[in-house]
Every structure is written in C-alpha cells, then in structure tokens.
C-alpha cells in the first residue's frame, strides 16, 4: 500500500489562493488513481479532484475553473492549485490513492489538512 502526508492548508481570505501538496510513499507504483477529498462539517466526504496513472483528470463541477490538480515524480507527489477560494471550500481536504497491489485493491488516505477561507 501507500502512506500519504497532506501538507499546505491554511487560513485565507475569499479570492485567495492556496497550494495543497500530498506526499506518497510506500508501492506508489501501484497507484491507480491519487486525488483530494474533501469534507465540512455535517457533510459527507466528496471527491474535489483526481488524476489516473494515465494523467486523466477528473473535477468536481463546483472547483472547475478554480483548481487544478497535477502530479510529479511518478506520482509521489500530488499538489491541489486552489485559486478564487470561496467560504464554501471550507472544509478538511484529503489525499486519497487508490490501487492494487498482489491482486488486492487498497484504497488509503493522508491525516488531512485544514482548508479555512474567511469571507
């Protein structure tokens, strides 16, 4: 499997930007797909972006135009671009990656990291 280490949230004001990083370590040749997850208090965790082993991105319509996923070194690095930041994007955001590894599938998450933006 694969740990993950989330890293760049932070407190900003409505408009602002900011950069969140995810650290993969472990089979990371096994990775299928890595992404972010978010969740706000009272709501369910949702997918905010998520880019395969084969580079296919894929956003979740209310962050289009705003965030922009991207990958380096083979995958173990994954950063989440976040510009015109809204209240709403409030929220703990998450790495997530998803694979297989032997045969069996696994599916691990980072900590989280705080996404906070004040309006």
């Known amino acids: 499997q694969v740990q993950l280490v989330e890293s760049g949230g932070g407190l900003v004001q409505a408009g602002g930007s900011l950069r969140l990083s995810c650290a993969a370590s472990g089979s990371t040749f096994s990775i299928n797909s890595i992404g972010w997850y978010r969740q706000a208090p009272g709501n369910q965790r949702e997918l905010v972006a998520a880019i395969s082993s084969r580079g296919t991105t894929n956003y979740a319509d209310s962050v289009k135009g705003r965030f922009t996923i991207s990958s380096a070194n083979a995958k173990t690095m994954v950063y989440l671009e976040m510009n015109s930041l809204k209240p709403e994007d409030t929220a703990v955001y998450y790495c997530?990656?998803?694979?297989?590894?032997?045969?069996?599938?696994?599916?691990?998450w980072g900590q989280g990291t705080q996404v906070s933006v004040s309006s």
């Open positions: 997530n990656a998803v694979g297989s590894l032997l045969g069996y599938k696994y599916d691990s």
